[in-house]
Nanobody
């Protein structure tokens, strides 16, 4: 059973930066596609970014392109979300997700139902 634990959230002024981390248990993390999602109060969960098993392929929702960067360190069983130029509308609970099926392709996954393991989330609050 894979467990995901996010960290790095917090309170930041608009224009600032944060780096979220998602640490995974298990020995097969390196074969998983990973993603970050967020959910703001009163809104549905939305896709933020995704990365394939080795970090060679990434994808972002339009609203974060050029500001956020997803990456992974398979030696550390960790996926990151570097967030820069933060805006108040980025305020949300950010959760990482794993697709725990061996996948050595360049595929990335944009939909929540394509992932089967989720972290508990970390709060990001951006104030102006």
């Amino acid at each position: 059973q894979v467990q995901l634990v996010e960290s790095g959230g917090g309170l930041v002024q608009a224009g600032g930066s944060l780096r979220l981390s998602c640490a995974a248990s298990g020995r097969t993390f390196s074969s998983y596609a990973m993603g970050w999602f967020r959910q703001a109060p009163g809104k549905e969960r939305e896709f933020v970014a995704a990365v394939n098993w080795n970090g060679a392929y990434t994808y972002y929702t339009d609203s974060v392109k050029g500001r956020f960067t997803i990456s992974r360190d398979n030696a550390k069983n960790t996926v990151y979300l570097q967030m820069s130029s933060l805006k108040p509308e980025d305020t949300a609970v950010y959760s990482c997700a794993a697709r725990t099926a061996t996948d050595y392709s360049g595929s990335v996954y944009l939909n929540g139902y394509e992932y089967d393991c989720w972290g508990q989330g970390t709060q990001v609050t951006v104030f102006s």
